[in-house]
């Protein structure tokens, strides 16, 4: 039979390309050579027709044995090249975690403390419950007045200096934005109560000094449910006050207010001896529970539902929080007081690990 020594000595060269096999390419093109369609057992398998019957039987099983066993060896030396790969990539891949952060270019940046105080402020109203909401800058007239319960000829739109765009072709007069109040009523337009939501973002008044800048920043927060009252929204303000503050105590007061979209309303005010001012207030915003016409207009039942809402000084927080003296810095863009009060790229505020760590 000299088909059998064949086949023995066919199948040592096949095992010896197998094993002398550097690489999982390499191997592959082993595998076709050998059990490809055109590859060598294959095209044994295929000369069996031309045997005669009585030797086809022994031959092929033959030619199997070594087809099996061939396999085995490639499925071996691929476990072991793939093995040997892995072990390749976790020497040259290993990362030492312990080793300092380098610092690079990144760290060199600044987080302007308003970010900051904005990411802290939704880094403590995440652990209540509150998401983030969002709205335009260019609001309409409608979101940002109208459906707020002030109507066309009320003075309230005098006392929030409004910047107006020209009308459109629809004869629609479109504003920037007065306050944050505006996503209130987008966020009820959308969303069925329960609700509670912050909203965080720029605003603009046509106002100019020491502490009033054209664009500052407010966040507001909105609560809508069928049992929600006043002692819910004092207890929210002095929990983010004092998660804001980092002190275990803040002294706040609510004074009577009046605001459209509110009723009743109040200034919240807070005791100023955090800034060195004993004895003295500081106003930090607005508050109240919601206008039933104002739920009303966003298609919400008063009779079911209520809940509070206030609007807050996001620049004025910063300044108390952290010592800074005047508004207009805020909004120069001098790279100095920017290295100076500004915050590490690197440092993320949470509850945790701290917030202005
Ligand atoms: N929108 C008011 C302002 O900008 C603040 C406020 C918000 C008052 C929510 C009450 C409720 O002055």
């Known amino acids: 039979m000299t088909n059998a020594v064949d086949l023995t000595a066919l199948e040592e060269e096949l095992k010896a390309d197998i094993s002398g096999a550097q690489s999982l390419h390499a191997l592959e093109d082993v595998r076709v050579a050998t059990l490809g369609k055109k ?4 095209a044994l398998m295929q000369t069996l027709g031309k045997l005669p019957p009585d030797e086809r039987k022994a031959f092929g099983q033959s030619v199997n044995g ?5 396999s085995e060896a490639l499925d071996a030396r ?20 312990t080793l300092p952060v380098r610092l690079g270019p990144e760290a060199e940046g600044r987080i302007h403390p308003v970010s900051q105080a904005m990411e802290e402020l939704a880094e403590i109203f995440a652990d209540m419950g509150f998401s983030v909401a969002e709205g335009p800058d260019i609001e309409t007239d409608d979101n940002n007045f109208t459906k707020l319960n002030i109507p066309e000829e009320h003075p309230a739109r005098q006392d929030q200096d409004t910047f107006y765009f020209h009308p459109n072709s629809d004869g629609e007069r479109l504003v920037l934005r007065t306050h944050t109040s505006s996503v209130q009523i987008r966020t009820m337009l959308r969303q069925k109560p329960p609700i509670r939501i912050i909203a965080p973002g720029r605003v603009y008044r046509s106002d100019s000094d020491q502490t009033h800048t054209p664009m500052f920043h407010q966040i507001e927060a909105l609560v809508i449910d069928e049992e929600t009252h006043m002692g819910h929204l004092k ?16 002294t706040m007061r609510l004074r009577s207010s009046f605001f459209p979209f509110t009723e009743p309303s109040a200034e919240i ?25 104002v739920l009303r207009n966003c298609g919400i039942d008063p009779e079911r539902y209520q809940g509070f809402a206030f609007g807050m000084g996001i620049d004025r927080m910063a300044m108390l929080k952290y010592g800074l003296p005047d508004l207009r810095d805020f909004f120069s863009g001098d790279m100095r007081w920017l290295k100076h009060y500004g915050f590490s790229v690197l440092d ?3 509850l945790a690990g701290g917030l202005s760590s």
Request: glycine residues 8%; negative net charge.
């Open 235 to 250: 207890w929210t303000l002095e929990e983010m006050f004092r998660a804001f503050f980092e002190v275990d105590e803040v």
């Open 269 to 293: 005010d807070l005791a100023a001896d955090v800034i060195g001012k004993p004895g003295q207030w500081l106003e930090i915003g607005g508050c109240g529970m919601v206008h039933p016409n």
């Open 66 to 70: 070594v087809k099996t066993r061939v």
């Open 39 to 42: 590859g060598r057992v294959s």
């Open 348 to 350: 993320m505020p949470s």
């Open 78 to 97: 691929k476990a072991t090249l793939e093995a040997a790969a892995l072990e390749l990539r976790l020497a040259t891949e290993r990362a030492d975690v």
